[in-house]
């Protein structure tokens, strides 16, 4: 079992990466897009060259030795990882001290009332907390940026919503385990391997609840990442 996510501050953004022709910060409020329109198989093969941009490897899991690279191109990094659960953010019926032994109640990205967010019902990825391994803040994302996550030939848009450790990486939410079609218990669930998190640079999804923003937005950008690539 890895180590759970921390909850930590969040680090001011410094250069961006060269990304895609979206403006920093990108809060639109697009009509909601048809989803299911980008194919998780294009979308993979894209993403299966790594042009590296951090500067070490990450864990899946505490105790295992690096093997995740972060990687980019155009209006995009990604990485391909585990999924661990996090039930972090809101106590809601099946995120809770009772279900979850590493609950915590709180989300370093709040919603848009200041409460944290719920794991439960909101699609949500974790990212590595800044590091000298690499820093989310210098490729253009922050809390809310719109993340694609891929598996079982399945696509969820979900957004960023919490940091966790600085030298382990893939975990997100109950809800994007459960919409994916993995298991979502905190103490029993996630997938071993195969899981890929394409988070799109200079992006933000306002509420950063919203999950039809999310969608509609994660649509239009996943599109624009395989047109620019």
Not at 188 to 193: C, D, I, K, L, P
Request: hydrophobic letters at 40%.
């Amino acid at each position: 079992m890895r180590m759970r996510t921390m909850t930590l501050a969040v680090a001011a953004p410094a250069t961006l990466l060269a990304a895609g022709a979206l403006p920093a910060d990108a809060s639109v409020t697009p009509t909601r897009a048809r989803e299911g329109t980008v194919r998780a198989a294009d979308l993979l093969a894209e993403a299966a060259s790594c042009s590296r941009i951090s500067d070490g490897l990450y864990s899946t899991d505490e105790g295992k030795s690096p093997s995740v690279p972060v990687c980019g191109k155009e209006g995009a990094v990604f990485w391909k990882a585990d999924m661990d659960i996090t039930c972090d953010g809101q106590v809601t019926a099946r995120c809770n001290r009772d279900t979850d032994p590493w609950f915590h109640a709180g989300t370093a990205f709040p919603q848009s009332d200041g409460r944290p967010l719920n794991s439960q019902t909101l699609p949500y990825v974790v990212v590595p907390a800044p590091s000298d391994i690499w820093d989310y803040a210098n490729a253009g994302i922050k809390g809310g940026s719109v993340v694609a996550v891929i598996h079982n030939n399945q696509v969820q848009y979900a957004v960023v919503g919490d940091t966790g450790p600085t030298d382990i990486i893939g975990e997100a939410s109950y809800a994007t385990a459960e919409a994916l079609g993995i298991d979502p218990e905190p103490t029993t669930g996630g997938t071993a391997s195969d899981v890929t998190y394409i988070v799109f640079t200079n992006s933000r999804v306002s509420p950063i609840e919203s999950r039809g923003v999310a969608a509609s937005l994660g649509e239009s950008l996943a599109k624009r990442f395989l047109q620019n690539n």
